[in-house]
């Protein structure tokens, strides 16, 4: 969970990360735990939408004014979207008190518009609403949220990095949405217990002297930040040679994988780890570590082998790779 929440930093074409797992393993605390780490970004001064200052303005109805744009430094946003959110709520409204008070028709920018080049985090989101579901994945595929209600016609960019969390049990993602997201961990409760006494100490430590259980960690903090910000700047110069891609095609038909997404995706996911770490090829080591998370969730279902999926790609892993 932790490498795939890293490499989804360091490059966000990945698609994002699913984790389900048992209640009460910090899948929720992990990711959170992700907008501390996340280097600040550069966007326009008072654009609702943080676009880049760089990029073009014509897609965003607040830089497309022609109005001078001013770079300002921003926190990357991590927008937390809950179950219950109304649809205004999710790609934004007509704004009341604008509309009451002047009788101008103006638009309140809604969560999709706050995560626009940041993360926009579910918690359970396979209890998410059709509805919403349905939207999303509109809004994942195009990048851009258009909304068309009350005397409001706009589109806006909305760009973002789709993280999820849930409980397995308590209900099954629609394919659709499942297929959008990058990367998918499966997470359990430890069963060893040095391991258990560790996680219930540093809660408890935490809870104690939140502040100074911070200030302890927060040399690691910064390291693993260093290593996003150089992992980001090594990206582009790693090469991914044909006999990865090539390994990487072959676990995908042992696998029966549908579609090419998943050779994209594992693609990218190697270059983003071997970036990550400092190596300047993709290896089959890279391709082999992140293979569980960016195929386990594409394989079809095969009501005659009772295996996990996790040990169907394990299995796969070792005809196509050896050892």
């Known amino acids: 969970m932790r490498q795939a929440l890293l490499v989804a ?5 990945i698609g994002g990360v699913l984790v389900l797992g048992d209640r009460g393993t910090g899948k929720s605390t992990a990711i959170r735990a992700l907008a501390a780490l996340l280097p600040p970004m550069r966007a326009v001064a008072g654009c609702p939408y943080a676009c880049d200052p760089e990029g073009p303005a014509e897609s965003c109805p607040h830089c497309a004014t022609g109005a001078p744009r001013r770079a300002e430094t921003r926190p990357v946003p991590v927008v937390d979207l809950p179950l219950g959110a109304t649809e205004d709520r999710v790609v934004g409204a007509l704004d009341l008190e604008r509309a009451l008070t002047r009788g101008e028709t103006a638009f309140e920018p809604g969560l999709l518009a706050r995560a ?22 509109d809004v994942a595929a195009s990048g851009i949220n258009t909304v068309e209600r009350e005397g409001l016609s706009l589109r806006h960019p909305a760009r973002f990095v789709l993280v999820g969390s849930g409980n397995p049990e308590e209900g099954e993602l629609r394919p659709q949405l499942l297929d959008r997201f990058g990367l998918a961990c499966a997470v359990e409760t430890p069963t060893d217990i040095a391991t258990r006494i560790a996680v219930v100490r ?19 903090e910064a390291g693993l930040r260093d290593r996003i910000l150089a992992g980001r700047a090594r990206l582009g110069a790693v090469a991914v040679p044909d006999a990865a891609l090539e390994r990487a095609a072959r676990l995908c038909l042992a696998l029966g994988t549908d579609g090419l997404r998943g050779e994209l995706t594992l693609m990218r996911t190697a270059r983003a780890l071997a970036a990550l770490e400092g190596a300047a090829t993709v290896t089959d080591d890279h391709l082999t570590r992140i293979a569980p998370a960016a195929l386990r969730h594409r394989l079809r279902r095969n009501p005659l082998d009772e295996t996990g999926s996790g040990a169907r790609v394990a299995r796969a892993i070792t005809e196509v790779f050896g050892g």
Do not use: K, Q, W
């Not at 540093?202 to 040399?219: L, M, N, Y």
């Open 202 to 220: 540093a809660r408890d430590a935490f809870e104690r002297d939140p502040a100074g259980f911070c200030a302890r960690h927060a040399a690691a």
């Open 116 to 137: 626009n080049r940041g993360f926009l985090y579910i918690d359970e989101v396979n209890l998410l609403d059709d509805h919403l579901v349905d939207l999303l994945l």
């Open 9 to 13: 930093a360091v490059d966000p074409s």
